[in-house]
Structure formats: structure tokens, C-alpha cells
């Protein structure tokens, strides 16, 4: 063992490994909410001189406790977190332009009432059953003007909720496409990042480091771009990154070789597809994330929505036209439809008998009083459709909006399941790599008396100097 110049530099170098630790705590306290940061800890070893005594410390590297299998479930859970969030937004804003509450509960007796009787003074259900009303009274007096009258009133109503209904569906599913592209955009700005990020990652990991702040920020990254769309990586023997989503690659040790791009269908709307910069692949995005929540909120239930308001709208036209075609006005004239157009989206009434009350055919056999055809045309109205599998008009309608609700309760459902799962991940998660201000303060504690007990060391050391110099 070496005199006092050994000895001071023993203390030396304890104070040292003391300053370094003192300042990785006040690093872990500084992310205390950072929830991609792992605490990190300094790796020390004891110094040896050549004859094997020991001659002080030396900090040869500082570890982040990260748990690779934590951070990847929580990238999953990211991903299909944020399917839902935006799922349930989707069909929330369609629920609100249908004009009428959805219960979400059908399948109890309470919601399968409500489902036999849906209403709301903007719904289509409501304008359906004031129609039909309006028919049974005129059949009652078919010669009636204001019966007359307020027929073509409640006809007029009625097509104009199936058309305000079918353009909100469809307004909502072209802001669903703005969305989705913003959306697209953030994500590859997202890729782009993470490809730098990747590289400096690396850098630091071949210098001999854990990974520590780069990897954190990278960890941070991947799980920003969770919330978008699933993917999956890979590191190579240099701890380069490859980053795939649905085979395609778009980071390739840690370059940055594909992209996100909307993708134009020949029949619907536009789908998310990954694209590799040479064109040699590309394939449609699927998996979770909010890019994949939006496209099949609009293109499922919504679309499903609107179809089946579409089919009823259809059939009411064609039913309605053919039993009303056949009947007589007052005037002795016949032949008119009631409906024009092809389904919700262009239904209206035919303009002839809005300008003429007394068009409206509903006599059977010519004479005025008859109502032969007004009787067919109610109890068409409520009659089973084998075109609309067995159900009445309303009915089909109603079955049709409580499919949406219970696509919605369904979403609800796995949110709640969902939310329970990733909070009690994160919870694990911060309990193996996340800060805790009690031990940091233990630690700062620790560190801040092996300085002042190194600090001792040099002092006396110093004392032992100047006692040999005096001598």
C-alpha cells in the first residue's frame, strides 16, 4: 500500500463516486413523472493497485433498470388502449347525430322494451311511427283535405330525418377521414424520429452504457407511436432497430426505410396501408392503434348503421310506391308515385302531391269516399318485411339502431376491462423501473455521508501533511 499520496488519492476518488451518485438521484428525481423513465443506478467497483491491495473506488458505469418484458406489454396495451378510445368516440358521435338515446343495456327486459319503442322528437323512429299514424287517420276519412294534408306534412318530416340523418352519418364518416389523415401524418413524423433516436440508442449501448437516458427517450418514442398503430421490433447484435408493421418495414437498423400512407379502394373509403420506400411491398394495416380504431368505427358500425337506415329508406319507397301507384286521387287520376329517390340519403315526396292535396291516391275502386288503398298502404306500413327479414318498417329500423348500441356497449365493456389491465401494468411497471422520492431521498442521504466522511479522510490526510512538513 502506497504513503499518503495513495492515501489521497483513496479519498479523492470516493468523493468522486459519492458526487456521481448524488447526482443520478437528483436525475431520478428530476423524472419522477416521467413515465417512460427508468431510475437509473451507478455500477462501482472496487480499485486495485498492482499488488492486489485495495487502493479507493471507481463508478465503471451507471445501469437503468428497465425490464424489456414490461415495456413491450405496455406498448400493446398502448396500442389496443387507444383502438377503443377512438372506437368509442367514433360510435359516441354517431349515437349523438342519430338524434335519439341508445340504451346499452338491450339484453335486460327494461332495454328490450325501449327497443321496441326508440324515440326522439329528431330520430327517424319517431317520424316513422307519426307517418304511420298519419295514414291510419287518413283511411279513416279519405276524402278529408286536412287529413289529406297532414299526411304529405308527416311524409315531408319523415324524409327529411332520413336525409339529415343519412348526411350526419356521412359528414361524420368524411371528418373521420381528415382525422385519420392528421393522424397518418403525426405517425410518420413519429417513424422518422424514432429511426434518430434508434441510432443514438445504439451509440450509447456500444460505448459500453445501459442504454440510460437515449434508451429511456427511445422507450418513450415506441410508445407514442403505440398509440397508432401495432408494430413490432427487433435489435441485432449491435443493438440496431428494425421496426415492421404487418411485415412492412419501415426502420431498418435504424435506418429509415418505409412509411404510412392512406391507400384509395375501389369500393369504400380510403384504408391505412405500410409502404416500403422502394414500392417493393405494401400491404393494409391492421392491428390496434387509433389510425385502426377510426378506420373500422367507420367503416363497421357506422357504415352498418347507415346501411341498414339506407335499407329501410329503400324498401319503404318501393313498397310504399307500388301499393300507392295503383290507387285513385279525387280527381279520377292514378299512376303517381308517393316517394322519389332510391333510399335515405334522396328519399322525398313526390313533389305532384305536394302541390296538390288531392293527388294523394287512396281510394281503391275511383270513387272519393272509398279507402281501399289508404287501408293497404297502413297496414303496409306495419306488416313484416321478408325483404327486411321479417320485421316492420320501425321495426327494422329500431333492431338496426340497437345493434349500434350494443356494438357501442360493447366497446365500453372492454374499455373498462382495458383500462383495469393497463393501469395495473403501469403500476407494475413503476414499481420495478419507476422513481420513488422515499428511496431517492434514502440514497441522497447515503451518498451525502460518504462525501462528508471522504471529505474527513482528505482532511486528515491534509493534518498529516502538514505535521510531516512542520517535523
Known sequence: MGGLLSTLDLAASSLSVARQGVEVSGVNLANVNNPSYARARLIIEPRRDPTGAGSGVQVVGVTSLRDAILDDQVIRE???TNYLQNYQRALQLGQVLLGQQ???QSSTPEGEAAARDLG?????????SEFANAIQAASLSPASSADRQVLLMKAGQLTDKFNSTDQRLGRLQDDLDIDLG??????????????KLANDASAALLLGGSGGVPKDILQGKLEELSKFVSFQTTFDDQSRMTLTVNGVELITDNVQTGRLELQSMEAGRPRVAAVSDDGSQRTLVTGGGALMGLVEARDGSLQQLRDGIDIVAADLIKKFNAIHAKGTNLDGGTGLDFFIGTGSGSIGVNAELLSDWRKVQLSGNGAPGDNGTALALATEMGAPQYTLGKLSFLEHYNQTVVSFGQDLANVNNRLADQEVISHNLTQTRNSVMGVSIDEEMATLIQYQRAYQASARLLTTVNELFASLLAI
Open 78 to 80: 398502448n396500442s389496443t
Open 182 to 195: 392528421g393522424r397518418l401524418k403525426n405517425t410518420n413524423q413519429v417513424v422518422s424520429q424514432l429511426a
Open 102 to 104: 341508445i340504451d346499452r
Open 120 to 128: 326522439g322528437q329528431l330520430a327517424v323512429a319517431n317520424g316513422l
